[in-house]
């Protein structure tokens, strides 16, 4: 298989970036390392881990842990088609079970995110959308305003996979939303994956969270806390894990410590009807010359080490 280093932005100069997030522990360090990382134009939610309400809250604590002024937009609270599913087997009740939060300090900027996102995109020619959940929110968007396809940089988003969580062959925020996901894999546009091949190289180690947890301040404790009941949910559930894959940080990182990532070029296409195989990304590994052309540049390994050395240092850089 062809792989490559993924070209495009270095770490010294800062893309421009919209979240569209349902945190979830892992969409909470993605926030953190955009915050750090990135020109975080906003933060819109959608139901996913939990109802959206709950990945409503969870933002703006995020957003008021960190101290950023950035605003909250919430958007869609089910998919297009399918009924609504949520992650609490995972990620808890609230969708960030595991530490003690305080309160929201302000209520969200807004219930609009689909028009924020539009709105956004459109005064800020180049920014990237970095979807970490269910893809119905960005898919209503390009829906609506066919235009956001030429005028973002691209997607960069956490999902699909060669292998599958919520099936075996269906990773959960494609499997969320599979009508959504068809319309942003088909958007035509420079699209990055994180799949999950990918993320489960990137565990939260019993180790490495010791190591969030020295870091000093209250941000990292409460981080260490939810890495904690993340990484338990997933080691008593699986065989052979040393800890949760932290999957949504790497659709950030993609963009910012592109160093990291081999990748490699595909076609991808979301599988809408198969009995065992909705929600799949069908990756087209095919040497053949007569296959489809790639639509989605598929990241294939992260360096761990150094991109937790990133996130120890976000973290650092927020926690007081
Ligand atoms: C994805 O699903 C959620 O549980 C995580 O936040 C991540 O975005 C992994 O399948
Ligand atoms: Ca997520």
Redesign the pocket.
Same mark, same amino acid.
């Given at each position: 298989m062809p792989m490559s280093h993924l070209p495009g932005t270095s770490a010294a100069t800062r893309p421009r970036v919209l979240i569209d997030c349902?945190p979830?522990h /892992? /969409?909470a360090i993605a926030i953190v390392v955009a915050a750090r990382h990135t020109e975080l134009l906003g933060i819109t939610t959608v139901a +996913? $881990?939990a109802p959206l309400d709950r990945t409503t809250r969870n933002a703006l604590i995020v957003r008021d842990l960190l101290g950023i002024d950035v605003e909250v937009h919430s958007g869609a609270d089910r998919p297009l088609v399918a009924p609504p599913v949520h992650?609490d087997y995972? *990620?808890g009740e609230s969708g960030m079970d595991g530490a003690d939060l305080p309160e929201p300090v302000r209520p969200a900027d807004g219930a609009d995110a689909v028009a924020f996102i539009i709105d956004t995109c459109r005064a800020n020619e180049g920014t990237w959308l970095v979807p970490? +959940?269910p893809l119905t929110n960005v898919a209503l968007a390009l829906r609506a305003a066919p235009d956001l396809a030429d005028r973002v940089a691209g997607i960069s988003l956490?999902g699909g996979g060669t292998f599958g $969580?919520r099936t075996a062959s269906a990773?959960? $925020?494609v499997w969320c939303d599979p009508e959504a996901a068809a319309t942003v894999f088909g958007f035509r546009g420079p699209l990055v994956m994180s799949g999950?091949h990918l993320t489960h190289g990137f565990q939260a180690t019993p180790e490495r969270i010791a190591r969030v947890r020295r870091i000093p301040g209250r941000l990292a404790a409460v981080l260490a806390d939810l890495f904690d009941f993340f990484s338990g949910t997933y080691v008593s559930r699986h065989d052979g894990l040393l800890g949760a894959p932290v *999957?949504?940080p790497c659709a950030v990182l993609a963009l910012t410590h592109p160093e990291l990532f081999e990748a490699s070029d595909a076609h991808v296409a979301i599988e809408l009807r198969g009995e065992f195989t909705r929600g799949m990304t069908v990756v087209d590994r095919r040497r053949l010359l007569d296959r489809p052309a790639p639509n989605c540049r598929v990241l294939e390994r992260i360096d761990d080490e150094a991109g937790f050395d990133v996130i120890d240092e976000a973290i650092a850089a927020f926690s007081r």
């Open positions: 349902d979830g /892992d /969409d +996913g $881990n992650a995972v *990620h970490t +959940g956490m $969580n990773e959960f $925020n999950l *999957h949504d």
